[in-house]
């Protein structure tokens, strides 16, 4: 009386066996090739699979010469380099609301161009900046809503300079001592940067 369902519910297990086994058979099926795709190893396959050889590592750093800095910044040899070297000079002294002028020189004494050469001053504290202009070389010069002056120029040829000159007023009161500071960069690497600053101090009499 209950064999006939019996055997229908076997066959049913076993059925859904069958389709199990080739459901996996199917995905199995799939994996494989993929996998032969990129090799024993998914890491080795970007490094065999595209005409790389060795270690992945091993060929960047043979490719380029065993330092992979120096891949993406190639190396300049110090004595070739540019070398932006900044002097500033200004008064030691100023009275009260005596005017003065302060003087920024920006020279590349290296062997190589400087690009993208910045140079940004900061007035002395308390001197009111009055007027200021470049007057050599090829270079722009504005006053920041800060105060500051940015001097900038597109590149500087081994011995090329821009100077910078500073028309300011001293406070009407007060006193101390001062200073004028400038800082220099260059996007391009160079010789040395202990000479891209150049500080004047100025007492207020």
Do not use: C
Request: aromatic residues 6%; hydrophobic residues 35%.
């Amino acid at each position: 009386m209950f064999s006939r369902p019996t055997r229908t519910l076997r066959h049913r297990v076993a059925a859904a066996a069958i389709v199990t086994t080739a459901v996996a058979g199917v995905s199995l099926a799939v994996a494989g090739p993929a996998s032969a795709a990129y090799g024993p190893d998914y890491g080795d396959a970007w490094v065999n699979g595209n005409g790389y050889t060795g270690h992945y590592s091993d060929n960047w750093t043979k490719k380029y010469n065993k330092d992979y800095g120096d891949a993406w910044t190639p190396k300049v040899p110090a004595h070739n380099r540019a070398d932006v070297a900044v002097t500033a000079s200004g008064p030691a002294h100023i009275d009260h609301n005596e005017e003065q002028l302060w003087s920024v020189v920006i020279t590349n004494s290296g062997k190589s161009t400087a690009h993208n050469v910045r140079a940004v001053t900061t007035l002395p504290n308390g001197i009111q900046h009055r007027a200021h202009r470049i007057s050599q070389g090829a270079a722009h010069a504005t006053l920041g809503s800060d105060g500051r002056i940015v001097v900038t120029a597109d590149a500087l040829k081994p011995g090329q300079t821009v100077r910078l000159q500073i028309a300011g007023v001293g406070p009407s009161y007060g006193g101390g001592t001062v200073q004028l500071v400038t800082k220099a960069t260059t996007s391009s690497p160079e010789q040395t940067t202990s000479n891209n600053t150049a500080t004047v101090r100025t007492r207020i009499a």
